[in-house]
């Protein structure tokens, strides 16, 4: 049974961090790529950054780039996320997902296998 699991999220101060993990289990992530979203409220979900199978990573906002790290260990099945700077619209939930492909995609449809999510809350 697959099954992703975030954690690290939580309330924030703007100007803080906060690293995300999203363990994996059920299956094997070398072959994929593995996806981070966040959802705010009343906006659609967006793709945040993306790691190809073979490590390449994209980050899809400007907003997040310079500020946000994406990772992956393949040993432990697990994908992080390092948020430096955070800013009050960074607030969301934030989504793990793995794809079925090699490569990357913003689009979430690419994505088959997601997590529960983890709220985080920027603000003073």
């Known amino acids: 049974q697959f099954q992703l699991v975030e954690s690290g999220g939580g309330l924030v101060q703007p100007g803080g961090s906060l690293k995300l993990s999203c363990k994996l289990s059920?299956?094997?992530?070398?072959?994929?790529?593995m996806g981070w979203f966040r959802q705010a409220p009343g906006k659609e979900r967006e793709g945040v950054s993306c790691t190809s199978m073979s490590g390449e990573i994209t980050y899809y906002p400007t907003s997040v780039k310079g500020r946000f790290t994406m990772s992956r260990d393949n040993a432990k099945r697990t994908v992080y996320l390092q948020m430096n700077s955070l800013k009050p619209e960074d607030t969301a939930v934030y989504y793990c997902?793995?794809?079925?492909?090699?490569?990357?995609?913003?689009?979430?449809?690419?994505?088959?296998?997601w997590g529960q999510g983890t709220q985080v809350t920027v603000s003073s």
């Open positions: 059920g299956f094997t992530m070398d072959y994929y790529a």
């Open positions: 997902a793995a794809s079925g492909w090699e490569w990357c995609s913003e689009n979430s449809a690419h994505f088959g296998s």
